[in-house]
């Protein structure tokens, strides 16, 4: 199918044209449907667009906005606010997160009705300052954390702090004698469907999951702080900032969550390791390419010096053979990468860096990371690949080796000792503590040296 | 030329450096646990907590006080990327 622009077709016209829709007892959803895009943030395809949901709360002393909609569709969420309040009763702006597509319509919003608060979280204001730089005039904002509440007369907004869902500043805002979740991203997916909730759209399960697996897996860990906030509310009815309004069995996308932040991507939960818990072995994964085979010696030689380390799995794939989304799985679940690649015109190869420009979607932060190789003119490919490892916040304790063309069986004994430091730095043995405290000179820390030099770059001695 | 230490107290490593050398410039060769991102001053995203010898890393500037304030570091806690050694101190990620 093509990918038509808006206002293409008739039922995109008929939805530009559409109305506010009551959600609940005063509460009106008054966003944007953007149907015709394709792709979003670069890193998600929407294969049937998406929605901003913005959400008006008319209390009995004036009315509050959750979010509001991306910049080119404030139009459409001025005309649907219209519909149920006037913008002189507007008294506050709630921003679950500051991410433009939901911010966009803040400026406009804001000169036209000056006299709202913006509720943002405690995390926010440096990115507000951002958002609308100094050429705005001055603007008020409160900063509210979890279990803060403001009044709106007869109902009020609670707040829930959830870093990382997915910005720094996103938080959740409960309208509590509704029992109404505005919940921002959360639970919420790339889904434009006019007809709005999940018991009428069509099946959007695919795309709940596809957003999770984009936009939250990379902060799990985030998931399930927040979940331990949302988990106990009663829910009647989750209000997201994109996709379906979520009215029939609402936790069962609270329950979705749990699922997914508890599983390791492919890796169904059932699907066990065969260890006890608490004794699972610290993970390295190897991933090697070579063209003559150099490298791939390497590699086997880097395996063999890690697993004469015990309490360590080590495993072993030549890149070319296998598909890149089952390694970022592995890779998620592993502690420490090295990566092997030998040098081609002073870059290395396309499959490393096709898996390395991959790994937006996973939390890499504390891991090791570590590169090596075989070259035959000048081997940048190694000190290329640490770089990117520690742009990816990887740590990188142990200097990368490289050896020209073929391994000698000293080189390969480098080698070995390579992998071996590697799975010291994993298991903490690096520094024997029958040893004086070690001491490094700064001159020493030559990131790259040759495998054929002393193997020990990491050279110690001992304070006098 | 002076020289300082500073222990890197995640993975317990100590470096003799040349003093005035920005934090993050060892912590990188090191591969200590200190992340960074913009390297300027500005993100904060390499913000670090000094166990010891605060008082031997430079002042902050104006504009690192401001990044610090709004990334609610607690007392102590100072950017790797802004931050020169002139004494010995032993830092770790914030």
Known sequence: MSSPGPEQTREQIAVRDGNAVEIAPGVHWIGAFDPGLRNFDMILRTANGTTYNAYAVRGSDGVALIDTVKAELADDFFARLEQVATLDEIRVIVLNHLEPDHTGALPELLRRAPQARLIISKRAPAMLKALLKPTEDQFDYELVDTGDEISLGDRRLRFLNTPYLHWPDTQCTYLVEQQVLFSGDVFGCHYCDPRLFNDRVGDFRFSFDYYYAHIMRPFKAHVRDALKLIEPLPLKLIAPAHGPVLRERPRRYVTRYRELSSSGGSFDQSFDQPFDAGDQPASLIIFYLSAYGSTTRMAEAVQAGAESVPGLRVSLYDLEGGEIAPFVDLIEQADALAFGSPTVN?????????????????????????????????????????????????RVPVPGLRLKLTPTASELDNCRDFGRQIAEAMTGDANPPDTAKRVIDFAELSPYPEAGASSSKLATRSEP | MAKAKVTFQDIDQTVNVPAGIRVIDVSEKIGAGIIYGCREGDCGTCMMHVVEGWNNLTEPSVLEEKVLRENMASRHDRLACQAQIIGDCTVKPA
């Open chain 1, 346 to 394: 002073g870059d290395a190869v396309k499959p490393i860096w096709d898996l390395l420009s991959s790994l937006v979607g996973i939390s890499l932060r504390g891991k090791i990371g570590a590169a090596f190789g075989s070259y035959g003119w000048s081997g940048e490919a190694v000190p290329m690949i640490e770089d990117r490892l520690r742009g990816l916040k990887l």
